[in-house]
């Protein structure tokens, strides 16, 4: 018995590190980390720290403190909001993805998994700093499960749509709609009339 739980046990918590996540935020990701684990054989682990690393801290090899509890193949989110990213502006806030390999690396797109993190920690709203993070990290997480499931044709149950998406998808199809009628008043409706009125 103990020998068919033990790998359920070993791959039951995606968070390795949490100074920052309320109980339920850490659910959120217990779940869609397990789904994704279940579905895929991908392991999706998130460092939530408030440690305060210096400019240009190595991310990469900070990662590897962590890895006698991970088990491969993995994704780490590190979302560190106190990490320095440039002494003269003073600015602060690193996210960064450390694949297992370079395989997994292609699963999922970087830039897309960083705003999904970032877009509403940068936002001004009436959020509090703490909601923020909690909500970026959990919207990060989610963003990259998605990716990587999606590359293995695989659909996720547990993740949660990303706004910023959807928005670009509406814009889209609003684009789209716009350029059409452009299209029907300038080029296509001035055409048809011609055509219909050749054959009057």
Known sequence: ???????????????????LLRPEASKLIERMGDEL?????????????????????????????YEA????????????????????????????????SDVLRKLYNKSDVMDATIDVVASEDKNTKEDKFNIGIVQGFSELADQMATSKNVKLKTTIPNDTRTIIGYVKILVFIGTFFVLWIFILRPLWMRIKNGKQ
């Open 1 to 19: 018995m103990l020998a068919l739980l033990l790998p359920l046990l070993l791959n039951a918590a995606h968070i390795l590190k949490d100074d």
């Open 37 to 65: 684990f279940s579905k895929t054989g991908i392991n999706e682990y998130v460092v939530a720290t408030n440690e305060n690393f210096p400019e240009k801290f190595n991310l990469v090899t900070y990662s590897k403190k």
């Open 69 to 100: 509890n991970t088990s491969k193949p993995y994704v780490m989110l590190i979302f560190a909001p106190n990490a320095i990213i440039t002494q003269k502006s003073g600015q602060k806030g690193r996210v960064a993805l450390i694949p297992s």
